[in-house]
């Protein structure tokens, strides 16, 4: 017997106003409330409760993720996805948000994020990356890739 199951990959490049683009990508922690959501959607159950909705991101964070976080370390802005792609025969789903030039998380150095549950609270997914020092002179683009094999 095959197993499945989901795993996600991570990425957030800083982008200057010149178009310089600086990458950094990783694989993520889902959490054990990913495997909750997922058994209650599969029945339709609060269909729209535990949908993937928005990315929340976090300054100073020390803690590595584990699949039992429920939140960010230190929380500092939440925004729904900007755009979202099936890919592979809808088996994998790409979701990506774009912090503008202009945008509330600028002063904050930024260090975690996580999808976060149409109900606004309920955290998917969470990673750590390098500490990006949120201004006006760059955006910030994360992407999680969700896997279903």
Same mark, same amino acid.
């Given at each position: 017997?095959t197993k499945? %199951?989901c795993y %996600?990959e991570?990425?957030?490049v800083m982008?200057?106003?010149k178009?310089?683009?600086?990458r950094?990508?990783?694989?993520n922690?889902i959490?054990?409330?990913?495997?909750?959501? !997922?058994? $209650?959607? !599969?029945?339709?159950?609060?269909?729209?409760?535990?949908a993937a909705t928005?990315l929340?991101?976090g /300054?100073g964070?020390?803690l590595?993720?584990?699949?039992?976080?429920?939140?960010? /370390?230190?929380f500092?802005a939440?925004y729904?996805?900007?755009?979202i792609?099936?890919?592979q025969?809808d088996?994998?789903?790409?979701?990506?948000? !774009?912090?503008d030039f202009?945008?509330?998380a600028n002063?904050s150095?930024l #260090? /975690?994020?996580g999808?976060v549950?149409a109900? %606004?609270t309920? !955290?998917?997914?969470? #990673?750590l990356?390098v500490?990006?020092?949120k201004t006006?002179? $760059?955006?910030v683009?994360?992407t999680?890739?969700?896997?279903?094999t």
């Amino acid at each position: 017997m095959t197993k499945g %199951g989901c795993y %996600g990959e991570f990425s957030v490049v800083m982008i200057d106003k010149k178009g310089s683009r600086s990458r950094y990508k990783s694989p993520n922690v889902i959490t054990f409330d990913m495997s909750k959501a !997922l058994s $209650h959607l !599969l029945v339709g159950d609060a269909a729209g409760t535990y949908a993937a909705t928005y990315l929340a991101v976090g /300054e100073g964070a020390s803690l590595a993720p584990t699949r039992s976080d429920t939140s960010l /370390e230190s929380f500092v802005a939440q925004y729904p996805f900007g755009d979202i792609v099936f890919l592979q025969g809808d088996i994998r789903v790409e979701l990506k948000v !774009l912090l503008d030039f202009v945008d509330p998380a600028n002063g904050s150095t930024l #260090q /975690e994020a996580g999808l976060v549950a149409a109900d %606004g609270t309920t !955290l998917l997914t969470r #990673q750590l990356h390098v500490p990006i020092s949120k201004t006006e002179d $760059h955006q910030v683009e994360y992407t999680w890739i969700i896997h279903f094999t």
